[in-house]
């Protein structure tokens, strides 16, 4: 199963390495960012390129770094984006962009026609109680309660600047996007960020407030590709181009609708667009049809290998490590510090942390985490079950005339093998919940599905992915009761 | 056979044994005796190289004993300390037969020698079979006996091997001790803080009180003859309740 699992991730890493004939397209974490990243990705492949889109691997900072890093050849942004929060400059149009962009070997073209500014909202019914209109007005009533998308509260042309301008009073609290809608309906929150061309801006009864005072800049959808792209793929350049003007406002609503409102699969709403099949193909229906998906093989296999082959790495690295730090004390403090270092990082920022050092997307850094996660809980376990055997039975295997080595492996890796093998339990757990985030960074698994849940507010989509994790989690955790079966010595056990 | 010339020993500072010559001769059995920490574990560490000394040789028929020499020496003697010191994770055949196979002795002439030592030390082998978690004090007592005898070394060392046993078990396994080690004619070195083992098993009785050797020779020797007034004192004292005293 193991080998198996060994030579799927090596085809994968192949598969990365064979990429270079491949265009590979990148999108955010949104509904209207997955959309357009098809609607790229099937243009390309309609002009005859081989084309992969990779879903919602994060936010702006993320897939900017894969940009740089050459994981992905282009993704669609929005002209404000890159100017305030990539370049930290105020303009906006398509020439000061490619001027700033150029340094990186990167480039923006193709308005696709749309604008999608950011606003803030809040329901219709608060908003005439109070008579609030714009912006300004809601200066006035700092009660109301403020939550705000992660990332619109920490970019430049987000909260930040938004809170000077208008001197707003209020304190705001972060919350996914996705879950913000529904923060709105139950009261929990009565003021959220939105994107202009949100489908659920109608159906939750939101009123826009008017941005009075020209504080966002215009968010026109472009393209931001790598500037080698048009000579490897000229051909797929030149279909890409004609896009340019080729989506309306209302268009996108309606296309945005049609993914978070009926639930249409993002590739068949490209598809719809591009006019190529012509007809709806209904999407999988009711929670038993999401959670048995076609994909449900493909994310099981991706969710096994990165649990399993970080942990065999972890083992293969993290078992010596405890050796010798039981063998040294002085290197024990080093050791199981910096180990434990990485647990002392979020799970997301660390794969942040690791996309630009390791200029990869994906697997790659995914498995590094996950790897860096799984080395504590084995550190430390073989640390305490090697230091804890009783300094009589070391004398005895002293006395006897064994040398170190034999010592160590016909006595003290047995006698601590309970504690050995819990750490490496308790690792290879931890890992099938934290293997969930690896979806953000585009390592596919079970996260992908509630990633994409979390994005379309579609709880039986979140579900869906999040209970076979925790069904996974609980088979690793009988297969590992089962293995101690045959490992731990049974003079141990009784 | 096995001698220590001139040799002291501190641990943190304090010492624990005084510069000291003792030798212990050929196939006669020498109980070291003396209260709690009067060295005479130390001296037993020392004779494994498990401790290198401070000062002076421990010297194992001709050889000095060093860090270096020591792992090989070791298979030379056979030791025995308190609890067993059985290997739990292993049956007791396996505790037995461990290190012999460990150095590529053949099967069959080992499992010969599992069942010959089964029989010196009285135990059945189906026992062997068991973990040691399985067996009661003075059947661990007995297999350890049979791993330090396992690849026939001239020298054996105990350290308090009844000390953990309940009195009945006791008296059998010190009745069968004292027949094995005639039989077998070994150099034995057995450490205990019991008066009436020691003139149980005893050749020659050396008394030890903080790192010092105090006396050396017979029980007559220790009773008649005492060299110092803490001998006459740690005799009676052991002694002093008539109805433990030996028949």
């Known amino acids: 199963m193991i080998a198996r699992l060994w030579l799927l991730g090596c085809l994968s890493l192949a598969a990365e390495a064979a990429a270079q004939d491949t265009l590979m397209v990148g999108s955010k974490r949104f509904t209207e960012s997955y959309i357009l990243g098809e609607i790229v990705s099937q243009t390309a492949a309609a002009a005859g390129v081989p084309a992969q889109h990779r879903q919602g691997m994060g936010n702006t900072a993320i897939v900017f770094e894969a940009l740089k890093a050459g994981s992905i050849d282009l993704y669609p942004d929005y002209t404000g984006t890159i100017g305030r929060q990539l370049l930290g400059i105020e303009a906006t149009d398509l020439e000061t962009l490619n001027r700033g962009l150029r340094p990186f070997g990167l480039g923006v073209a193709v308005k696709l026609g749309f604008g999608n500014t950011y606003a803030l909202a809040l329901l219709e019914s608060e908003a005439q109680r109070r008579g609030i209109r714009t912006l300004s007005d809601l200066a006035r009533h700092p009660d109301l309660r403020l939550g705000l998308g992660h990332e619109f509260l920490e970019r430049n042309d987000g909260w930040p600047g938004l809170k000077r301008a208008y001197r707003l009073p209020h304190t705001a609290r972060g919350l996914d996007h996705g879950l913000a809608y529904e923060a709105m309906a139950q009261r929990q929150i009565d003021v959220m960020d939105i994107y202009s061309t949100d489908a659920k801006i109608e159906r939750y009864k939101l009123r826009v407030l008017e941005d009075d005072l020209r504080y966002f800049p215009e968010y026109d959808a472009v393209l931001v590709y790598r500037l080698d792209l048009p000579d490897r793929f000229p051909a797929a350049w030149a279909a890409l181009r004609e896009l340019d003007g080729a989506i309306g406002a209302a268009q996108m609503i309606a296309m945005n609708a049609q993914a978070e409102l009926d639930g249409t699969p993002f590739d068949q709403v490209a598809r719809g667009y591009l006019g190529a099949t012509g007809r709806a193909i209904d999407p999988p229906s009711g929670f038993l049809g999401k959670l048995l998906g076609p994909d449900t093989w493909r994310l099981t296999q991706q969710h096994l290998f990165l649990v399993f082959a970080s942990l065999a790495a972890a083992v293969a690295i993290g078992v010596p490590l405890g050796v010798w730090a039981a063998r040294s004390p002085a290197a024990a403090q080093v050791i199981i510090s910096s180990v434990g270092i990485a647990q002392t990082i979020p799970s997301l920022a660390l794969l942040a942390l690791l996309i630009p050092l390791l200029g990869r997307i994906g697997t790659v850094p995914a498995l590094v985490a996950l790897f860096l996660y799984s080395l504590l809980p084995i550190v430390r376990n073989v640390h305490s079950g090697l230091t804890g055997i009783s300094p009589s039975l070391l004398e005895s295997a002293r006395a006897l005339g064994l040398p170190a080595r034999a010592r160590l492996w016909l006595v003290e890796l047995p006698i601590a093998s309970g504690a050995i093998l819990a750490g490496i339990k308790t690792s290879a757990v931890i890992n099938v919940g934290t293997a969930t985030i690896a979806a953000f960074v585009g390592a596919g698994g079970y996260g992908e599905r509630i990633v994409t849940g979390l994005a379309l507010n579609d709880h039986q989509l979140l579900l869906s992915g999040a209970i076979p994790a925790a069904v996974l989690a609980l088979l690793v955790q009988w297969f590992f009761d089962l293995t101690e079966r045959w490992i731990v010595p049974a003079g141990l056990r009784c | ?247």
Do not use: W
């Not at chain 2, 050797?213 to 007034?229: F, K």
């Open chain 2, 1 to 247: 056979m096995l001698a220590l010339q001139d040799v002291s020993k501190s641990i943190h500072g304090q010492p624990v044994l005084h510069r000291t010559n003792l030798a212990f001769p050929t196939a006669r059995t020498t109980v070291v005796i003396g209260p709690s920490g009067c060295g005479k574990t130390t001296l037993l560490r020392l004779m494994l190289g498990l401790t290198a000394p401070d000062t002076g040789t421990v010297v194992f028929d001709g050889e000095t004993v060093t860090p270096r020499s020591a792992q090989a020496l070791r298979r030379r003697i056979g030791y025995v300390i308190q609890a067993g010191g059985l290997f739990p994770h292993l049956s007791a055949r396996r505790n037995v037969t461990l290190l012999a196979l460990h150095l590529g002795r053949p099967r069959a002439q080992v499992d010969r020698r599992v069942d010959q030592l089964a029989e010196v030390v009285q135990i059945s082998p189906d026992m062997l079979d068991r973990y040691p978690s399985a067996l009661s004090g003075g059947q661990r007592q007995r297999v350890a006996l049979m791993r330090a005898l396992m690849l026939d070394p001239p020298v054996l060392l105990m350290d308090e091997p009844l000390g953990a046993l309940d009195p009945m078990i006791r008296h059998d396994l010190q009745t069968d001790l004292v027949e094995i080690f005639a039989k077998l004619g070994k150099t034995v070195v057995l450490v205990t803080h019991d008066m009436h083992e020691a003139a149980h098993f005893a050749h020659e009785i050396v008394l030890m009180r903080e790192g010092r050797v105090l006396q050396r020779g017979s029980l007559e020797d220790l009773l008649a003859r005492p060299a110092d007034p803490f001998v006459t004192e740690f005799v009676r004292a052991q002694r002093a309740d008539p109805r433990l005293a030996q028949p």
